[in-house]
């Protein structure tokens, strides 16, 4: 059975650092692109990264240069390193498991991050 | 960046009838279209991908169709556990991009 367990998340002020992370088990990790999508209070669903099964990454404008993802075949892990963060940042972030028909096949049950002053 | 637009935004049905929900691109995607299915306090869960492949698990009652820039989401005889909120999404180009979903709810 696919499972995605986010952690990481909490209550950060607009400017500072938190790092997410994502641990994964029954599939084969190292073979599977990944992603981090969010969902904002409104349900609204933005996706925020990719990381390939060859380390490629990719971002959309709303984070590119604040965010980065990396992954850690060994151990079956990922993360999502946010920097710069920023009020609008507050969201729900889920970690996803891209399947072999390039749909976000597996979705984690999320970890909160509520950026405030 | 493709715009997603799903309507209607709120679908009153009552248990056991049809409810069809409409996705539309902003240009063509092909049939790499995805839907989803979000009960509050839960992630959302692939239901179709390829615009009308069933995922895994998935009742034969979901059914997906469309290609290009219009999609529909069937879900024939409507069960209690199905009235929840549907987001369709596109993996044709990134930024992939979400409709803004659209609530199931019984009549």
């Known amino acids: 059975e696919v499972q995605l367990v986010e952690s990481g998340g909490g209550l950060a002020q607009p400017g500072v650092s938190l790092r997410l992370s994502c641990a994964a088990s029954?599939?084969?990790?190292?073979?599977?692109?990944m992603h981090w999508v969010r969902q904002y209070e409104g349900k609204r669903l933005e996706w925020v990264a990719t990381i390939g099964s060859g380390d490629d990454t990719y971002y959309p404008d709303s984070v590119k240069g604040r965010f980065t993802m990396s992954r850690e075949n060994a151990k079956n892990s990922l993360s999502l390193q946010m920097n710069s963060l920023r009020v609008e940042d507050t969201a729900v972030y889920y970690c996803v498991r891209e399947g072999t028909n390039w749909a976000f096949e597996n979705w984690g049950q999320g970890t909160t991050v509520i950026v405030s002053s | 960046e493709i715009v997603m637009t799903q309507s209607p935004g709120t679908l009153s049905v009552s248990p056991g009838e049809r409810a069809t929900l409409s996705c539309r691109a902003s240009q063509s995607i092909n049939s790499n279209l995805a839907w989803y299915q979000q009960k509050p306090g839960q992630a959302p869960r692939l239901l179709i991908y390829?615009?009308?492949t069933r995922a895994t698990g998935i009742p034969v009652r979901f059914s997906g169709s469309g290609s290009g820039t219009d999609f529909t989401l069937t879900i024939s005889s409507l069960q209690s556990g199905d009235f929840a909120v549907y987001y369709c999404q596109q993996y044709n180009n990134r930024p992939y991009t979400f409709g803004q979903g659209a609530k199931l709810e019984i009549k």
């Open positions: 029954g599939f084969d990790f190292s073979l599977s692109d």
């Open positions: 390829g615009a009308s």
